[in-house]
């Protein structure tokens, strides 16, 4: 069993090691173990500490209790998602209203800060316009600062974005700096270039992976209703389905989705207030 004790210790494992592992077929159970509860500690809907997890021969087993049934869809769809699992067997139980365990007020305080890094973390390390290895991250009572080198303006922009964007934070500070080279080169292009993500040219991202990745940010950002958009990706091509509630949310989700490496285009089938847009 993959002890809840360590979640802290595997809040950063997935940012890194999942790419490594997209790439290859070959998916280990504890190494599945980390990357679910990791996924389901970041998640903002979902308490990881009333979730245990237990994969064996690719078959997630989930046991422990959720407030919903949309909470325990939710952590089966999650699990699905994640390439190498084949099953689910969703155990977990629904209790409305369960006192959850307390934990200290600054206990609490330093495990959101933590999955907000993470989370801010994941979406520059996914998005195409930003350099997630060089862009330094660190929350502290739910104000993130960005510091390190980026290549244009641009790619500053979006990086704030993305941070303001995401659940949870209440103010950005940053602290990047422009590199000189990159400043002078952006300042003769009208302030227009954007960053090459590192690895992005040439790599093979499987569609599960994809998937898993627009979900993920989805759920991350808090100006869209991530619950409600279902994704489905093939050959790269990315389609979204489910509610939004106004063109401006479904703008957003496809924004999102298109900024995620290694999609090469986004088909939307989202209604807006019971009108299927495309």
């Given at each position: 069993m993959f002890k809840k004790t360590v979640l802290a210790a595997t809040l950063g494992c997935i940012l890194v090691g999942s790419q490594a592992m997209a790439a290859n077929e070959q998916y280990s159970d504890t190494w599945l173990e980390a990357s679910l509860t990791t996924a389901y500690t970041l998640?903002?809907?979902?308490?990881?500490?009333?979730?245990?997890?237990?994969?064996?021969?690719?078959?997630?087993?989930?046991?422990?209790?959720?407030?919903?049934?949309?909470?325990?869809?939710?952590?089966?769809?999650?699990?699905?998602?994640?390439?190498?699992?084949?099953?689910?067997?969703?155990?977990?139980?629904?209790?409305?209203g369960t006192e959850r365990r307390t934990q200290s007020d600054s206990f609490a305080r330093t495990f959101e800060d933590a999955s907000i890094t993470a989370r801010v973390r994941s979406q520059l390390m996914w998005n195409s316009g930003t350099d997630g290895l060089q862009i330094k991250v660190s929350t502290e009572n739910g104000v993130v600062s960005l510091s390190g080198p980026v290549?244009?303006?641009?790619?500053?922009?979006?990086?704030?974005?993305?941070?303001s964007g995401t659940a949870g934070v209440l103010?950005?500070?940053?602290?990047?700096?422009?590199?000189?080279?990159?400043?002078?080169?952006?300042?003769?292009?009208?302030?227009?270039?954007?960053?090459?993500?590192?690895?992005?040219?040439?790599?093979?991202?499987?569609?599960?992976?994809?998937?898993?990745?627009?979900?993920?940010?989805?759920?991350?950002?808090?100006?869209?209703?991530?619950?409600?958009?279902?994704?489905?990706?093939e050959a790269g091509v990315v389609t979204l389905t489910g509610s939004v509630s106004d063109e401006s949310e479904l703008n957003r989700a496809m924004r999102i989705a298109r900024g995620i490496d290694g999609v090469k285009s986004v088909r939307s089938q989202l209604e807006v207030s019971g009108e299927k847009s495309s």
């Open positions: 998640n903002r809907h979902l308490n990881p500490f009333e979730i245990d997890v237990e994969v064996r021969d690719g078959v997630a087993h989930l046991q422990g209790s959720v407030d919903s049934e949309v909470e325990k869809d939710l952590a089966a769809q999650i699990a699905l998602g994640l390439d190498g699992v084949q099953r689910v067997d969703n155990g977990l139980v629904v209790e409305p290549e244009s303006a641009a790619e500053r922009s979006l990086a704030r974005e993305i941070a103010d950005v500070r940053d602290r990047m700096t422009l590199r000189e080279a990159s400043a002078e080169k952006d300042a003769a292009a009208g302030g227009t270039g954007l960053v090459d993500a590192v690895g992005a040219a040439g790599r093979e991202v499987g569609d599960a992976w994809l998937s898993t990745k627009v979900k993920s940010a989805l759920l991350y950002s808090r100006r869209v209703d991530g619950l409600d958009i279902d994704v489905q990706t």
